[in-house]
C-alpha cells in the first residue's frame, strides 16, 4: 500500500494510524522526513515497525522500540562534516539553516563539533527565491567554508546565486544536498555528506547501482538506496518471522554482526535505540553532475 503524508506531520500521523488499522500490514517503510516520521513513530508505538529511509532528526533516536532507521542521525552526520572541513583546514565557518526539524538538528551538531570559529548562524526558509542578501554578506565577512543544512531546493538557489556574484568558497551540505548535481555548473565543487552514491566502489554498492541503472535506466541517489535498505531488511524480516508483527520487530533487534541485512549502503542491523550500527556518511564532492567519494587524510 502507498500512501504520500506530503511530509506532514499531521498527515503522517493519519496515514499512520490507517496502516495499524488495517491487519493485512505487517511493517511500513518510511517514512521519508524527519517531522513525518516523528509524528508517524508515535502511532506505530506498540503497535507496528517502520523503518524509516532518509529521517535523520536525533529526536527519532530511541523514540519507540517499534521505529528504526536505516540512515544515520544528523548529530552523527554534524559532527562528520565538521570534521571534514577541519581536515581540510577551514577555520571560519559561516552556517545557513533551513528552520525545521532537519536543518536545525543538522547545524546543530556542525555547530558543537566545529573546531574553528562560526562567524554566522542563520537561519532560512525551505523555499527561499532570493539568496542575494546572504552571498552579499559573505562576500564582506569571507567565510572558509559555508555549511547550508537543507534539502537541494534552498541548496540551489544559494549556490546558483553564489555562481552568479562569483563568490567561491567551500560550500558543504548534508544528504538533503544529494541531488544538488542536478545543476552541474552551480554545484562543481561543493562537498555533500551524502548516504550513498553510484560512485561508491564497494562491491555490494556497485551491484545495486548496475541493477538499478538497468531497471530504471537513470542513477540511484541515497534515496533509492535507502528505499531499497529498508525494503529489502523488512522483505527478510516478514520471511524469517512470519506474518506477526510484534515477531518482526523483535527479529530486527536480534540482528547483530553476522545475520546483518546486505544493504546497498552497507549492512543493516540495529542498535537497541533503533539507529543503525556503523551508519555514516560518505564525504563526496559535486563533479560534473557526479558525486565522487572525496578521499580524506
Not at 542578501?133 to 555549511?147: A, C, G
Not at 547501482?209 to 534515496?223: L, Q, S, T, W
Not at 530486527?252 to 551508519?279: M, N, Y
Request: charged letters at 25%.
Amino acid at each position: 500500500l502507498f500512501q504520500d503524508d506530503s511530509g506532514s506531520g499531521v498527515v503522517a500521523a493519519r496515514v499512520a494510524q490507517q496502516f495499524v488499522d488495517n491487519p493485512a500490514v505487517l511493517a511500513v517503510v518510511g517514512h521519508v522526513s524527519s517531522g513525518a516520521m516523528l509524528a508517524a513513530a508515535r502511532v506505530y508505538d506498540g503497535n507496528l515497525t517502520a523503518i524509516a529511509t532518509t529521517a535523520t532528526t536525533p529526536a527519532l533516536t530511541g523514540i519507540s522500540p517499534w521505529t528504526f532507521r536505516v540512515t544515520s542521525s544528523d548529530s552523527a552526520n554534524g559532527v562528520q562534516l565538521a570534521n571534514a572541513v577541519a581536515a581540510l583546514g577551514l577555520k571560519r565557518a559561516a552556517i545557513l539553516y533551513e528552520n525545521d526539524g532537519y536543518g536545525r538538528g543538522l547545524a546543530a551538531s556542525f555547530r558543537s563539533a566545529f573546531r574553528g570559529q562560526v562567524i554566522s548562524d542563520d537561519p532560512i526558509r525551505g523555499d527561499i527565491s532570493d539568496a542575494e542578501p546572504f552571498i552579499s554578506y559573505f562576500k564582506k565577512t569571507q567565510p572558509d567554508v559555508v555549511l547550508v543544512a537543507g534539502t537541494e531546493r534552498s541548496g540551489l538557489v544559494i549556490l546558483r546565486e553564489a555562481r552568479r556574484q562569483q563568490f567561491k568558497v567551500q560550500f558543504v551540505g548534508g544528504d538533503g544536498w544529494t541531488l544538488v548535481v542536478d545543476d552541474t555548473l552551480a554545484s562543481e565543487g561543493a562537498l555533500v555528506g551524502a548516504p550513498f552514491t553510484a560512485e561508491d566502489p564497494r562491491p555490494e554498492a556497485r551491484k545495486f547501482a548496475e541493477a538499478f541503472r538497468a531497471r530504471f535506466k537513470v542513477e540511484p541517489d541515497g534515496n533509492a538506496a535507502l528505499g531499497y535498505d529498508a525494503t529489502i531488511t523488512l522483505a527478510r524480516a516478514i520471511g524469517a518471522a512470519g506474518a506477526d508483527r510484534d515477531a518482526i520487530r523483535r527479529w530486527l533487534h536480534a540482528l547483530d554482526e553476522r545475520t546483518a541485512v546486505p544493504g546497498a549502503s552497507g549492512p543493516i542491523r540495529f542498535r537497541a535505540d533503533g539507529d543503525p550500527v556503523g551508519k555514516g556518511m560518505l564525504l563526496t564532492r559535486a563533479h560534473n553532475g557526479r558525486l565522487i567519494v572525496e578521499k580524506t587524510r
